[in-house]
């Protein structure tokens, strides 16, 4: 994608602040691009698809910086009768619900998890992924 990821706009401290900001308008923009994807597996589809690994760097702009939804390596089809299928933990940390630790289980729930913490990402400027000292 010609703006890469969501990642570098975020976080990457070598590029100059000017060049790599997000106004608070083009961060509800990007935020709400996500939340369509997000409905649209979740909804629309003819099974369920829940992502597993939604985090700014699967995150990916195009020229106009719309939000599309990208690695799906870790992705879990549910079907109709089951809104949870066994996967193991998957996911990153910071970005993964804590019921997956002890279920095990994907479900569109730990994406909504996973979306608000890329929210906070998105607030405060911070990373999750790794510890605060």
Known sequence: MPNGNLDTWLHN???SSSSKY???SQRAIIATGIANALAYLHN???RQIV???LKPKNILLDDDMNAYLGDFGIASLIGHSSLATSTGLKGTIGHIAPEYAQSG???I???V???GIVLLEMLIGKK???PYV
Do not use: I, V
């Open 13 to 15: 401290k070598f590029l």
């Open 22 to 24: 997000l106004s608070l």
């Open 44 to 46: 629309d589809c003819e």
């Open 51 to 53: 992502h597993c690994g």
């Open 105 to 107: 289980k994907a479900s």
């Open 109 to 111: 729930s730990g994406d």
């Open 113 to 115: 998890y996973s979306f």
């Open 128 to 130: 999750t992924d790794r």
